[in-house]
């Protein structure tokens, strides 16, 4: 495994791309039950758990597509949309940041962008929920935005180029499985944020995952403090 010390990791950098869902917001818990009542309502055989491992950071494109596939159930375009007006309300009064998120955004020297699974209105409902919306401006990319989502690359790389800055010198902040392998795929710098990932996740190509701590945000960060 690639070792980089907290001195020397700043200097490999030029852009950092986050994940939204489980990185910026605290979405995963509330997400996960509505679209897995969902399954259950147009008749779908899969416990919370299956929702997690098959569907976790992945686009409901893919989501649509495989559980169709596998199962012969239909998403339709009513049921999600009926969906994400009850999800976006339970997030207006209930969705906060990951804990020391703002600190790190607001603290950061470089640049910066989300690169999410979910569609646009999404981020941006839990982006605003959380008083995040304003740190990113025009920087959301979402996976409706490539032909190909996550675990796929495009999405970062697409972000990388937006940005106008080298895929090889991002650093990914991911939560996911599908974004997890995306991220190495492409090529980039990994951040994981769940222990169990950081463990069973191994190193291919130029990916490079770095055991994590909450108090490891500090490394691209103007001052050594930690939350």
């Known amino acids: 495994m690639l070792s980089v010390t907290e001195e020397a990791l700043p200097k490999m950098l030029d852009l950092i791309i986050f994940d939204c869902d489980g990185v910026l917001v605290d979405s995963e818990i509330l997400s996960i039950e509505v679209l897995h009542d969902l399954i259950l309502k147009q008749g779908g055989n899969l416990t919370k758990e299956d929702v997690i491992q098959q569907f976790q950071g992945r686009s409901m494109k893919s989501a649509r597509d495989e559980l169709f596939a596998l199962q012969g159930v239909e998403l339709t375009d009513a049921s999600i949309t009926e969906m994400n007006e009850y999800l976006f309300a339970r997030f207006q009064e209930e969705l906060q940041p990951v804990l020391g998120v703002t600190a790190f955004i607001e603290s950061l020297n470089l640049p910066y962008c989300v690169a999410s699974s979910s569609h646009p209105e999404r981020i941006d409902a ?13 920087k959301i990319f979402s996976s409706t935005m490539v032909i190909r989502g996550k675990p796929a690359p495009d999405l970062f790389l697409f972000a990388a180029e937006k940005m106008a800055l080298p895929a090889e010198r991002a650093l990914v902040i991911e939560d996911s499985p599908a974004g997890v392998q995306a991220a ?4 980039m710098l990994l951040l ?6 950081m463990l069973s996740t191994q190193i291919i190509g ?3 995952l770095m055991p994590v701590l909450i108090g490891l945000w500090r490394v691209t960060t103007k001052s050594r403090k930690s939350f």
């Open 126 to 138: 839990s982006l605003t929920a959380t008083n995040l919306r304003h740190y990113f401006s025009d």
């Open 184 to 187: 190495r795929s492409a090529g």
């Open 206 to 208: 130029n990916g490079l």
């Open 192 to 197: 994981v944020l769940r222990l169990d990932l």
